[in-house]
């Protein structure tokens, strides 16, 4: 027997459906959309390696310099950085190749010492000499390893040990084998600079080794965007029950929501910045580095805390989460990798807060190495000043809105009332030319 009952589906109304298809298919494509534009930023990207550009000075003048181009020349290519020689005059000393990366003029240097092929020779000629001989003493190389460290230790400082390393084959194919007919092979120490000539010393201008740094320019830019729009949203809600978008003054509520928006994001700058500080391991960052921390998210903060303001007032609240979900991937994008692996198109990202932001936090971090405070602060200070203004606009917008709202709301319960009022009345009326009329009496 079959059952007189709907199916299920027959139950659902067939409006309803209509109306879940375009959600449906908006988060598809604003997910497909944002997740394709941060891929895109990796495509192809150790292919660009010959963007990052490596300062060579050769104050050896001598083999040893020799072996080392030769062994770029055999690296050479768009997944190996472009070695970029230049004379003495222009460095003379190493402090002047560091001081070169410091400023962010390369992203690293390579540099042969002086005299290290002729004090090579002598330690194959010599067992004394070579007994006190240091391979490391022949080259040097300079990187920063907090600038966006986990690039510059895959492709920066991989690529140096290849060069270092291809350096000392090259040097045994030109000296090392004609060395090795004349040299006293019975003296250990001479063997041992034969077989071993030539190493680098290591210069790292801020050591970042520990776990929590591939978060820095990752994870950490969500969070100067999430919080803002987490409360922003609890703000607006509490503002509208206790009514006082219709109550107070819009430059009451402005200069109330101003000095919120300052205590908030002023909190949620010491939050970040302490549990940056906490995970530091042997970091070893000063006080005041961590005070100019909190200030420079302070101000991306309240940048996003504005941005947020703005867009709750002017976009409709389901279609919110798309805006935030964007504005979030466009800011992480630009601070994900060095722009120098990324396609050319995404250079735009140099305009968006969060990468001007963490290039001030790179300096800080640095102890001032890797200065763009000449861009970063014109730029950070130029959101900081529109968003604000147009922040303003939006809380006198928004009072209007809630006060025609208001009126609308009063209209519509003054007719129902009305209304109910008139269907009482027409109710009393029919009811009484209803009632029957008692008969007269004599």
């Avoid at 903060?301 to 991937?329: C, D, G, K, R, S």
């Avoid at 250079?347 to 640095?366: D, M």
């Avoid at 209209?411 to 269907?423: G, I, Q, Y």
């Amino acid at each position: 027997m079959k059952s007189s009952r709907p199916g299920i589906w027959a139950q659902i109304p067939k409006p309803f459906f209509k109306a879940i298809i375009p959600p449906f298919v908006l988060l598809q494509v604003i997910f497909l959309a944002n997740l394709s534009y941060l891929y895109g930023t990796q495509y192809r990207s150790a292919h660009r390696y010959d963007s990052f550009h490596v300062l060579y000075v050769d104050y050896d003048g001598g083999v040893v310099g020799q072996s080392l181009l030769g062994a770029y020349n055999i690296l050479k290519g768009n997944d190996f950085p472009t070695l970029i020689e230049h004379p003495v005059s222009d460095y003379p000393t190493p402090h002047d190749v560091r001081q070169a990366v410091c400023k962010g003029h390369f992203w690293a240097a390579a540099y042969t010492s002086p005299n290290a092929s002729s004090r090579l020779e002598a330690a194959l000629s010599d067992e004394k000499t070579a007994l006190s001989y240091n391979n490391s003493d022949a080259m040097g190389y300079v990187w920063n390893g907090a600038r966006y460290s986990a690039f510059s230790m895959g492709a920066i400082y991989s690529s140096l040990q290849s060069l270092i390393q291809v350096t000392r084959v090259v040097y045994n194919e030109l000296n090392g084998t004609s060395a090795a007919g004349w040299i006293d092979s019975s003296k250990p120490a001479i063997v041992r600079a034969l077989l071993n000539p030539i190493s680098a010393t290591e210069i790292n201008i801020k050591p970042t080794t520990q776990g929590a740094r591939v978060l820095y320019n990752t994870v950490s830019m969500v969070m100067p965007i999430l919080p803002q729009f987490f409360y922003m949203m609890a703000l607006n809600g509490i503002s509208t029950g206790f009514q006082l978008f219709t109550k107070l003054k819009p430059q009451t509520i402005g200069q109330m929501r101003i000095g919120i928006s300052l205590l908030y994001t002023f909190i949620a700058a010491l939050c970040m910045s302490g549990y940056i500080w906490a995970f530091q391991e042997d970091w070893n960052l000063s006080g005041a580095q961590f005070v100019l921390t909190w200030v420079t998210n302070w101000l991306l903060m309240h940048i996003n805390f504005l941005i947020m303001e703005v867009a709750t007032a002017f976009i409709p609240l389901p279609f919110l989460p798309f805006f935030v979900l964007t504005w979030i991937i466009l800011n992480v994008s630009s601070t994900i990798a060095p722009f120098e692996l990324s396609p050319g198109f995404y250079r735009w990202g140099y305009s968006l807060p969060a990468h001007e932001a963490y290039q001030v936090l790179v300096q800080i971090w640095t102890g001032g190495c890797d200065n763009q405070l000449y861009r970063a602060l014109p730029i950070l200070f130029s959101w900081w000043v529109a968003s604000l203004a147009a922040a303003i606009f939006a809380v006198h917008h928004r009072c209007a809105s809630a006060v025609k709202e208001e009126r609308a709301a009063g209209v519509s319960n003054s007719t129902r009332e009305e209304a109910s009022t008139h269907d009482t009345l027409c109710v009393s009326s029919s009811n009484a030319l209803d009632e029957p009329k008692a008969p007269a009496t004599e």
